[in-house]
């Protein structure tokens, strides 16, 4: 038998649906607007501070409300002995509750094994990396496609799978998905 399949996936746009698809445009306006208004060093990855900043960062990711309709594809193919499943998200560590809380419905039976968030609140690219190269990923699947140029990078071992948007649905990109569905269809007959 083939050896299985080490597949991560991000949580936000990726395991739960998100109708904004992405928040990069939101994350980008933050980058931009912050060192103008605090005098701020520009290029520093931004990190909601205030409290006012971190309730408006928890409220935008209550947007990803409910679970993705390819989940059920990812046990099958985990029961089935074809992948392993992994989640990881940059989520900062004062998300953590509602990371929890959506483990705790995705993972009712213990699907996936292994699920980690970004705890030390390193910058979110970097938090991605470090977690794809130390649990060797053969795929990892991300919905935000600066950071899927940026992994093509920094983890080239790794096949980055997009699930993209109708925004950026011209660029083009050899592993390109319009839903989860259709890219566990992919791996499904690419193992
Ligand atoms: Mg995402």
Redesign the pocket.
Known sequence: MAKKLKVGF?????ILYNPLR??RPVASFFKFIKPVLFHEKANAFYFPNSPLEKSVWKLLHKTSFRVADGVTDIKTLAQQGVIEPYIITARYSFLKDDFYYWIKRLNNQPYFRYYHYNKDDIQPNAFKEKMISELKLDVFV???WGVIQRLNNSVPKTKIFWISNSLDWHIPYHYKFSSLEEAILYLSKHP
């Open positions: 991000d949580l936000d746009g990726v992405t928040l991300e919905d935000n």
